[in-house]
Protein backbone atom coordinates (compact mmCIF):
# COMPACT_ATOMS: atom_id res chain seq x y z
CA UNK A 1 0.00 0.00 0.00
CA UNK A 2 0.88 3.60 -0.03
CA UNK A 3 3.11 4.83 2.74
CA UNK A 4 2.33 7.76 4.46
CA UNK A 5 4.04 10.31 2.52
CA UNK A 6 2.18 9.00 -0.13
CA UNK A 7 -1.29 9.48 1.96
CA UNK A 8 -0.34 13.22 3.09
CA UNK A 9 0.54 14.25 -0.25
CA UNK A 10 -2.72 13.13 -1.62
CA UNK A 11 -5.05 16.05 -0.52
CA UNK A 12 -8.46 15.90 0.89
CA UNK A 13 -9.92 17.44 -2.42
CA UNK A 14 -13.01 15.65 -2.77
CA UNK A 15 -13.31 15.36 1.00
CA UNK A 16 -16.80 16.57 1.21
CA UNK A 17 -17.84 13.94 -1.56
CA UNK A 18 -15.74 11.04 0.15
CA UNK A 19 -17.53 12.10 3.49
CA UNK A 20 -21.03 11.62 1.76
CA UNK A 21 -20.25 8.44 0.18
CA UNK A 22 -18.98 7.25 4.14
CA UNK A 23 -22.02 8.18 5.34
CA UNK A 24 -24.31 6.38 2.84
CA UNK A 25 -22.08 3.45 2.88
CA UNK A 26 -23.78 0.87 5.19
CA UNK A 27 -26.75 1.20 3.46
CA UNK A 28 -25.36 0.46 0.31
CA UNK A 29 -23.93 -2.32 1.82
CA UNK A 30 -26.76 -3.59 3.40
CA UNK A 31 -29.54 -2.57 0.46
CA UNK A 32 -27.37 -2.28 -2.65
CA UNK A 33 -25.20 -5.17 -3.73
CA UNK A 34 -23.44 -5.42 -6.37
CA UNK A 35 -23.93 -7.70 -9.66
CA UNK A 36 -23.36 -11.12 -7.60
CA UNK A 37 -20.08 -13.23 -8.46
CA UNK A 38 -20.07 -16.39 -7.71
CA UNK A 39 -18.43 -17.10 -4.56
CA UNK A 40 -15.21 -18.98 -4.19
CA UNK A 41 -14.87 -21.77 -1.76
CA UNK A 42 -11.21 -23.14 -0.44
CA UNK A 43 -10.81 -26.83 -0.16
CA UNK A 44 -8.14 -28.69 1.10
CA UNK A 45 -8.67 -32.10 0.13
CA UNK A 46 -12.32 -32.25 0.77
CA UNK A 47 -12.39 -30.39 3.74
CA UNK A 48 -14.00 -27.05 3.32
CA UNK A 49 -11.76 -24.18 5.32
CA UNK A 50 -12.17 -21.02 6.45
CA UNK A 51 -10.00 -18.24 5.03
CA UNK A 52 -8.88 -15.20 6.95
CA UNK A 53 -7.28 -12.48 5.55
CA UNK A 54 -5.46 -10.55 8.40
CA UNK A 55 -4.16 -7.89 6.13
CA UNK A 56 -7.08 -5.63 4.83
CA UNK A 57 -7.39 -1.70 4.56
CA UNK A 58 -10.35 0.75 5.32
CA UNK A 59 -10.49 4.25 5.81
CA UNK A 60 -13.14 6.46 7.24
CA UNK A 61 -14.04 9.90 5.19
CA UNK A 62 -16.59 10.99 7.54
CA UNK A 63 -13.50 12.50 9.97
CA UNK A 64 -13.35 15.36 8.16
CA UNK A 65 -16.54 16.22 10.03
CA UNK A 66 -14.33 17.17 12.76
CA UNK A 67 -11.21 18.32 10.69
CA UNK A 68 -12.92 21.01 9.08
CA UNK A 69 -11.53 24.64 10.17
CA UNK A 70 -8.40 22.82 11.61
CA UNK A 71 -4.70 23.04 9.98
CA UNK A 72 -4.86 19.27 9.58
CA UNK A 73 -8.42 19.93 6.88
CA UNK A 74 -5.82 19.51 3.77
CA UNK A 75 -3.81 17.44 4.72
CA UNK A 76 -5.78 14.30 5.99
CA UNK A 77 -5.62 12.08 3.09
CA UNK A 78 -8.70 11.55 0.71
CA UNK A 79 -10.11 8.00 1.02
CA UNK A 80 -10.37 6.06 -1.98
CA UNK A 81 -14.02 4.43 -3.03
CA UNK A 82 -11.78 1.11 -2.65
CA UNK A 83 -11.30 1.49 0.83
CA UNK A 84 -14.84 2.34 1.80
CA UNK A 85 -16.38 -0.95 2.55
CA UNK A 86 -19.70 -1.90 0.94
CA UNK A 87 -20.56 -4.35 -1.95
CA UNK A 88 -17.81 -4.34 -4.08
CA UNK A 89 -15.28 -5.09 -0.93
CA UNK A 90 -17.62 -8.44 -0.46
CA UNK A 91 -17.36 -9.25 -4.38
CA UNK A 92 -13.10 -9.06 -4.04
CA UNK A 93 -13.74 -11.02 -1.17
CA UNK A 94 -15.91 -13.48 -2.80
CA UNK A 95 -13.95 -13.84 -5.97
CA UNK A 96 -10.51 -14.67 -4.11
CA UNK A 97 -11.83 -16.82 -1.58
CA UNK A 98 -11.74 -14.79 1.40
CA UNK A 99 -14.03 -15.80 3.96
CA UNK A 100 -13.82 -13.36 7.09
CA UNK A 101 -11.49 -10.01 6.48
CA UNK A 102 -9.55 -8.15 9.01
CA UNK A 103 -10.29 -4.37 9.10
CA UNK A 104 -7.68 -1.80 10.08
CA UNK A 105 -7.19 1.85 9.60
CA UNK A 106 -3.47 2.97 8.43
CA UNK A 107 -1.34 5.72 6.95
CA UNK A 108 -0.89 7.20 10.39
CA UNK A 109 -1.87 10.64 9.70
CA UNK A 110 -3.58 11.01 12.44
CA UNK A 111 -0.54 10.71 14.74
CA UNK A 112 0.28 14.02 13.79
CA UNK A 113 -2.90 15.81 15.35
CA UNK A 114 -1.14 17.51 18.54
CA UNK A 115 -4.64 18.44 19.96
CA UNK A 116 -5.31 15.40 21.99
CA UNK A 117 -9.67 16.65 22.28
CA UNK A 118 -9.34 16.30 18.50
CA UNK A 119 -7.35 13.34 18.38
CA UNK A 120 -9.69 11.06 20.58
CA UNK A 121 -12.80 12.63 18.16
CA UNK A 122 -10.68 11.32 14.79
CA UNK A 123 -10.37 7.94 16.56
CA UNK A 124 -13.60 7.80 18.01
CA UNK A 125 -15.20 8.27 14.50
CA UNK A 126 -12.85 6.17 12.72
CA UNK A 127 -13.56 2.92 15.28
CA UNK A 128 -17.28 3.50 15.44
CA UNK A 129 -17.83 3.90 11.83
CA UNK A 130 -15.46 0.38 11.03
CA UNK A 131 -17.28 -1.10 13.61
CA UNK A 132 -20.50 -0.13 11.66
CA UNK A 133 -19.14 -1.95 8.40
CA UNK A 134 -18.62 -4.67 10.54
CA UNK A 135 -21.85 -5.35 11.58
CA UNK A 136 -23.88 -4.88 8.51
CA UNK A 137 -21.56 -8.12 7.35
CA UNK A 138 -20.75 -9.99 10.48
CA UNK A 139 -19.80 -13.09 8.60
CA UNK A 140 -17.07 -11.44 6.99
CA UNK A 141 -15.31 -8.77 8.96
CA UNK A 142 -13.92 -8.20 11.77
CA UNK A 143 -12.00 -4.73 12.86
CA UNK A 144 -8.88 -3.79 14.87
CA UNK A 145 -9.33 -0.66 16.86
CA UNK A 146 -7.39 2.52 15.64
CA UNK A 147 -5.69 4.58 18.47
CA UNK A 148 -3.66 7.56 19.15
CA UNK A 149 -0.09 6.38 19.76
CA UNK A 150 1.12 10.15 20.20
CA UNK A 151 -0.84 9.85 23.86
CA UNK A 152 0.11 7.07 24.74
CA UNK A 153 -2.18 6.74 28.00
CA UNK A 154 -5.16 8.10 25.42
CA UNK A 155 -4.18 5.16 23.22
CA UNK A 156 -4.79 2.58 26.03
CA UNK A 157 -8.28 3.84 26.30
CA UNK A 158 -8.83 3.81 23.17
CA UNK A 159 -8.02 0.27 22.22
CA UNK A 160 -10.25 -0.70 25.72
CA UNK A 161 -12.99 1.05 24.38
CA UNK A 162 -12.89 -0.63 20.74
CA UNK A 163 -12.25 -3.96 22.36
CA UNK A 164 -14.80 -3.99 25.07
CA UNK A 165 -17.80 -1.20 23.31
CA UNK A 166 -17.08 -2.08 19.69
CA UNK A 167 -16.13 -5.81 19.85
CA UNK A 168 -13.15 -5.26 18.07
CA UNK A 169 -10.45 -7.63 17.99
CA UNK A 170 -7.10 -6.30 19.03
CA UNK A 171 -5.37 -2.83 17.86
CA UNK A 172 -3.52 -1.33 14.38
CA UNK A 173 -0.20 -0.03 14.68
CA UNK A 174 0.19 2.04 11.60
CA UNK A 175 3.68 3.20 12.12
CA UNK A 176 7.43 2.28 13.07
CA UNK A 177 7.55 5.23 15.35
CA UNK A 178 5.62 8.71 16.38
CA UNK A 179 7.33 11.86 15.50
CA UNK A 180 11.04 9.84 15.35
CA UNK A 181 10.37 7.97 18.86
CA UNK A 182 10.53 4.32 18.75
CA UNK A 183 7.40 2.58 20.27
CA UNK A 184 9.88 0.70 22.49
CA UNK A 185 10.75 4.03 24.64
CA UNK A 186 8.81 3.90 28.26
CA UNK A 187 6.85 6.73 27.10
CA UNK A 188 4.43 3.81 25.01
CA UNK A 189 4.29 1.60 28.14
CA UNK A 190 0.82 2.07 29.06
CA UNK A 191 -0.18 1.51 25.97
CA UNK A 192 1.64 -1.98 25.99
CA UNK A 193 0.36 -2.83 29.40
CA UNK A 194 -3.05 -2.31 27.97
CA UNK A 195 -2.80 -4.54 24.94
CA UNK A 196 -1.24 -7.37 27.66
CA UNK A 197 -3.81 -7.00 29.93
CA UNK A 198 -6.66 -7.41 27.34
CA UNK A 199 -5.18 -10.11 25.62
CA UNK A 200 -5.04 -8.91 22.03
CA UNK A 201 -3.25 -9.03 19.25
CA UNK A 202 -1.71 -6.02 17.22
CA UNK A 203 -1.21 -5.53 14.15
CA UNK A 204 1.19 -3.67 12.67
CA UNK A 205 1.27 -1.98 9.33
CA UNK A 206 4.56 0.56 8.52
CA UNK A 207 3.49 4.28 8.00
CA UNK A 208 6.24 5.29 5.60
CA UNK A 209 8.72 6.99 8.00
CA UNK A 210 12.22 5.07 8.09
CA UNK A 211 14.05 7.98 8.16
CA UNK A 212 15.74 7.17 4.56
CA UNK A 213 13.67 9.40 2.55
CA UNK A 214 16.51 11.04 0.51
CA UNK A 215 17.61 7.18 -0.66
CA UNK A 216 14.34 6.09 -1.43
CA UNK A 217 13.47 8.48 -4.26
CA UNK A 218 13.78 7.92 -8.00
CA UNK A 219 12.09 5.01 -9.72
CA UNK A 220 11.00 1.52 -7.92
CA UNK A 221 8.71 3.19 -5.95
CA UNK A 222 11.42 2.29 -2.56
CA UNK A 223 9.35 4.30 -0.13
CA UNK A 224 7.04 1.54 -0.33
CA UNK A 225 8.76 -1.52 -2.44
CA UNK A 226 12.01 -1.29 0.74
CA UNK A 227 11.30 1.09 2.88
CA UNK A 228 7.97 -0.32 4.43
CA UNK A 229 9.51 -3.87 5.14
CA UNK A 230 12.56 -1.69 6.29
CA UNK A 231 10.39 0.38 8.49
CA UNK A 232 8.87 -2.56 10.20
CA UNK A 233 12.56 -4.76 10.60
CA UNK A 234 13.42 -1.61 12.52
CA UNK A 235 10.08 -1.33 14.64
CA UNK A 236 10.37 -5.15 15.31
CA UNK A 237 13.93 -4.74 16.47
CA UNK A 238 13.71 -1.92 18.85
CA UNK A 239 11.14 -4.33 20.50
CA UNK A 240 13.22 -7.13 21.04
CA UNK A 241 16.62 -5.53 21.76
CA UNK A 242 15.28 -3.07 23.83
CA UNK A 243 13.94 -5.05 26.20
CA UNK A 244 9.99 -4.58 25.32
CA UNK A 245 8.79 -8.00 24.45
CA UNK A 246 10.57 -9.13 27.61
CA UNK A 247 8.83 -6.58 30.38
CA UNK A 248 5.36 -7.20 28.45
CA UNK A 249 5.64 -11.19 27.70
CA UNK A 250 1.57 -11.40 26.87
CA UNK A 251 2.30 -9.02 23.76
CA UNK A 252 1.24 -10.30 20.47
CA UNK A 253 2.41 -8.73 17.31
CA UNK A 254 1.84 -9.41 14.04
CA UNK A 255 3.54 -7.72 11.36
CA UNK A 256 2.50 -7.04 7.48
CA UNK A 257 4.58 -7.68 4.69
CA UNK A 258 6.02 -11.18 6.07
CA UNK A 259 7.25 -9.15 9.21
CA UNK A 260 9.95 -6.97 6.55
CA UNK A 261 13.60 -8.67 6.65
CA UNK A 262 13.70 -9.34 10.41
CA UNK A 263 12.97 -12.65 10.28
CA UNK A 264 15.35 -13.73 6.61
CA UNK A 265 18.60 -12.23 8.56
CA UNK A 266 17.90 -13.54 12.31
CA UNK A 267 21.13 -15.20 12.39
CA UNK A 268 23.02 -12.05 12.44
CA UNK A 269 20.47 -10.34 14.96
CA UNK A 270 22.14 -13.25 16.94
CA UNK A 271 25.33 -13.46 15.66
CA UNK A 272 25.67 -9.57 16.88
CA UNK A 273 25.12 -10.29 20.89
CA UNK A 274 28.09 -12.98 20.35
CA UNK A 275 30.08 -10.22 18.88
CA UNK A 276 28.51 -7.12 21.33
CA UNK A 277 27.30 -8.43 24.17
CA UNK A 278 26.09 -5.06 25.26
CA UNK A 279 24.27 -4.33 22.98
CA UNK A 280 21.97 -7.14 23.49
CA UNK A 281 22.02 -6.47 27.54
CA UNK A 282 18.25 -5.65 27.50
CA UNK A 283 17.34 -8.84 25.67
CA UNK A 284 16.70 -11.87 27.36
CA UNK A 285 16.57 -14.59 24.68
CA UNK A 286 17.52 -15.83 21.71
CA UNK A 287 16.38 -13.69 18.30
CA UNK A 288 14.36 -16.38 17.31
CA UNK A 289 12.47 -17.06 20.87
CA UNK A 290 10.51 -13.99 19.88
CA UNK A 291 9.33 -14.95 15.90
CA UNK A 292 8.11 -18.54 17.46
CA UNK A 293 5.93 -16.54 20.09
CA UNK A 294 5.54 -13.25 20.42
CA UNK A 295 5.88 -12.14 16.94
CA UNK A 296 3.78 -13.53 13.78
CA UNK A 297 4.02 -12.47 10.24
CA UNK A 298 1.59 -12.03 7.23
CA UNK A 299 2.32 -14.52 3.96
CA UNK A 300 2.88 -11.37 1.89
CA UNK A 301 6.09 -12.46 0.71
CA UNK A 302 5.15 -13.75 -2.66
CA UNK A 303 8.25 -16.33 -3.70
CA UNK A 304 7.70 -19.91 -2.75
CA UNK A 305 10.93 -20.26 -1.66
CA UNK A 306 10.51 -17.09 0.77
CA UNK A 307 7.35 -18.60 2.28
CA UNK A 308 9.82 -21.93 2.72
CA UNK A 309 12.03 -19.58 4.67
CA UNK A 310 9.90 -17.72 6.71
CA UNK A 311 7.97 -21.25 7.77
CA UNK A 312 11.56 -22.12 8.47
CA UNK A 313 12.15 -19.68 10.58
CA UNK A 314 8.96 -18.99 12.80
CA UNK A 315 6.98 -22.20 12.03
CA UNK A 316 3.77 -22.40 10.34
CA UNK A 317 1.70 -21.61 13.66
CA UNK A 318 3.24 -17.79 13.34
CA UNK A 319 1.76 -16.62 10.23
CA UNK A 320 -1.58 -15.80 8.92
CA UNK A 321 -2.70 -15.14 4.95
CA UNK A 322 -3.11 -11.58 3.87
CA UNK A 323 -3.60 -9.69 0.69
CA UNK A 324 -3.32 -6.06 1.41
CA UNK A 325 -6.22 -5.68 0.01
CA UNK A 326 -7.63 -2.93 -1.55
CA UNK A 327 -4.25 -2.98 -3.25
CA UNK A 328 -3.00 -4.74 -6.30
CA UNK A 329 -0.52 -7.64 -4.96
CA UNK A 330 -0.13 -11.15 -5.77
CA UNK A 331 -1.20 -12.54 -3.12
CA UNK A 332 -4.14 -15.08 -3.62
CA UNK A 333 -5.05 -18.15 -1.57
CA UNK A 334 -3.32 -20.52 -4.22
CA UNK A 335 0.03 -19.34 -2.77
CA UNK A 336 -0.40 -20.84 -0.07
CA UNK A 337 -2.78 -23.92 -1.07
CA UNK A 338 0.09 -24.78 -4.12
CA UNK A 339 2.97 -24.59 -1.49
CA UNK A 340 4.33 -28.23 -1.95
CA UNK A 341 6.29 -28.03 1.33
CA UNK A 342 3.91 -27.12 3.37
CA UNK A 343 1.25 -30.46 4.26
CA UNK A 344 -2.59 -30.01 4.73
CA UNK A 345 -2.90 -28.78 8.72
CA UNK A 346 -0.20 -26.06 7.65
CA UNK A 347 -1.63 -24.68 4.96
CA UNK A 348 -5.51 -24.71 6.85
CA UNK A 349 -3.57 -23.31 9.71
CA UNK A 350 -1.99 -20.17 7.34
CA UNK A 351 -5.12 -19.62 5.72
CA UNK A 352 -7.33 -19.03 8.77
CA UNK A 353 -6.70 -21.22 12.04
CA UNK A 354 -4.13 -19.38 12.75
CA UNK A 355 -6.17 -16.26 12.47
CA UNK A 356 -9.07 -18.00 14.49
CA UNK A 357 -7.05 -18.47 17.43
CA UNK A 358 -5.21 -14.78 17.38
CA UNK A 359 -8.65 -13.41 17.10
CA UNK A 360 -10.55 -16.17 19.39
CA UNK A 361 -13.47 -16.21 16.41
CA UNK A 362 -15.13 -19.44 15.99
Known amino acids: ?3 RRDFVRTMAGATAGLYAAGRNAFSA ?21 KVIDMHGHCAVPDVASVLKGTALERAAPAATGSQIIGPDRIRIL ?5 DVQVLTQQGAWWYNITDRDLARQVVKIQNEKTATWVAAAPDRFVALASVSLQFPDLAAEQLEDGVKRLGMKGGAIAAGNVAGKELSAPDFDPFWT ?3 ELGVVLFMHPGGNTGADEHLRG ?6 TIGNPLETTIFLSHLMFDGTLDRFPGLKICAAHGG ?8 RSEAACTRSPDACSEKKKPADAY ?4 IMADSMIFRPDGLRHLVEEMGAGQIVYGTDT ?5 ADVDFILKATFLNDAQKEAILGGNAMKLLHIG
Not at 94 to 98: K, L, N, S, T
Not at 326 to 330: E, G, K, L
Open 1 to 3: MPN
Open 29 to 49: LAQAPAAPVRRREVFIGRKRI
Open 94 to 98: DEQGI
Open 194 to 196: KAQ
Open 219 to 224: KGNLGN
Open 260 to 267: GYLPSYLG
Open 291 to 294: FKTQ
Open 326 to 330: PFAWP
